[in-house]
């Protein structure tokens, strides 16, 4: 997850969905599945000394990160909770973001419930998600690089498609859609590739559980690392307001 954020990809769209939601001194600021905490320094600066920034994540092992990278700032809250039940009261959060979140949950819109009732009126929250139908590799054999996005969207990611999904089930929960952007993070490298995107994990997945033959996976796996190398996606980032 660092390494994602810290991708020039990573970078642009994360300081875009802090302008869009327009953070002010004094505010409570909401980052729900804050993993290690790499957002909660930016917001902190945002809110000044006045404002609290409260990270929710269930995993253990991120909010010990998220603490030990937090440890100096007096004005964040890590929280240990689930996103379908924040542990947060009604009405009290001025700006909330998630960010690649709803695509592990078991009900993306009830988390979007949970933030209509965390926040306040007038309050703005952005949402970011990929859309993983919309992955692509360059490949001589297109049918396995198209087997691999297939293998991604029907068994990786439980919610491979939400990205597209969000503005409609924002609005069906009650937040008004102000913006819609599509980002389309492209990566050249492909060992950065490889570790963000998974490439052969997933490949070795995929022929694990008999979706891609082996002989035609390893050479389609073996062939990404010769020659120049593209793989991009489409991120898509909403905001709202309630």
Same mark, same amino acid.
């Given at each position: 997850?660092?390494?994602?954020?810290?991708?020039?990809? !990573?970078?642009?769209?994360?300081?875009? =969905? =802090?302008? #869009?939601?327009?953070?002010?001194?004094?505010?409570?600021?909401?980052?729900?599945? *804050?993993?290690?905490?790499?957002?909660?320094?930016?917001?902190?600066?945002?809110?000044?000394?006045?404002?609290?920034?409260?990270?929710?994540?269930?995993? @253990?092992?991120? +909010?010990?990160?998220?603490?030990?990278?937090?440890?100096?700032?007096?004005?964040?809250?890590?929280?240990?909770? &689930?996103?379908?039940? +924040?542990?947060?009261?009604?009405?009290?959060?001025?700006?909330?973001?998630?960010?690649?979140? #709803?695509?592990?949950?078991?009900? @993306?819109?009830?988390?979007?419930?949970? =933030?209509?009732?965390?926040?306040?009126?007038?309050?703005?929250?952005?949402?970011?998600? @990929?859309?993983?139908?919309?992955?692509?590799? &360059?490949?001589?054999?297109?049918?396995?690089?198209?087997?691999?996005?297939?293998?991604?969207?029907?068994?990786?990611?439980?919610?491979?498609?939400?990205?597209?999904? =969000?503005?409609?089930?924002?609005?069906?929960?009650?937040?008004?859609?102000?913006?819609?952007?599509?980002?389309?993070?492209?990566?050249?490298?492909?060992?950065?590739?490889?570790?963000?995107? !998974?490439?052969?994990?997933?490949?070795?997945?995929?022929?694990?559980?008999?979706?891609?033959?082996? &002989?035609?996976?390893?050479?389609?796996? &073996?062939?990404?690392?010769? !020659?120049?190398?593209?793989?991009?996606?489409?991120?898509?980032?909403?905001? *709202?307001?309630?």
């Amino acid at each position: 997850m660092l390494r994602t954020a810290a991708s020039d990809a !990573g970078r642009a769209y994360k300081q875009q =969905l =802090l302008d #869009l939601l327009d953070i002010r001194a004094g505010q409570t600021a909401l980052d729900v599945g *804050c993993g290690p905490g790499a957002d909660l320094p930016a917001l902190a600066e945002r809110v000044g000394d006045g404002g609290v920034v409260i990270g929710v994540d269930r995993d @253990p092992a991120m +909010l010990t990160r998220a603490r030990e990278r937090t440890g100096g700032l007096h004005r964040v809250e890590i929280r240990e909770g &689930d996103a379908h039940a +924040l542990p947060v009261e009604p009405g009290t959060v001025d700006r909330a973001k998630a960010d690649r979140v #709803l695509m592990h949950v078991a009900e @993306p819109a009830d988390v979007l419930v949970q =933030l209509h009732r965390a926040t306040r009126p007038g309050a703005r929250i952005g949402l970011v998600e @990929p859309d993983w139908d919309t992955l692509i590799v &360059d490949a001589e054999d297109l049918g396995t690089s198209r087997a691999f996005t297939r293998f991604i969207t029907a068994e990786v990611v439980r919610n491979a498609t939400i990205g597209r999904s =969000l503005a409609r089930l924002a609005e069906q929960v009650g937040f008004r859609v102000e913006t819609v952007l599509g980002t389309t993070p492209v990566f050249q490298d492909f060992p950065e590739a490889d570790h963000i995107l !998974g490439l052969g994990r997933n490949m070795q997945n995929a022929i694990n559980d008999g979706h891609i033959d082996r &002989d035609r996976g390893r050479r389609w796996f &073996d062939g990404l690392s010769r !020659g120049p190398f593209y793989a991009s996606f489409t991120l898509v980032s909403v905001l *709202c307001t309630r």
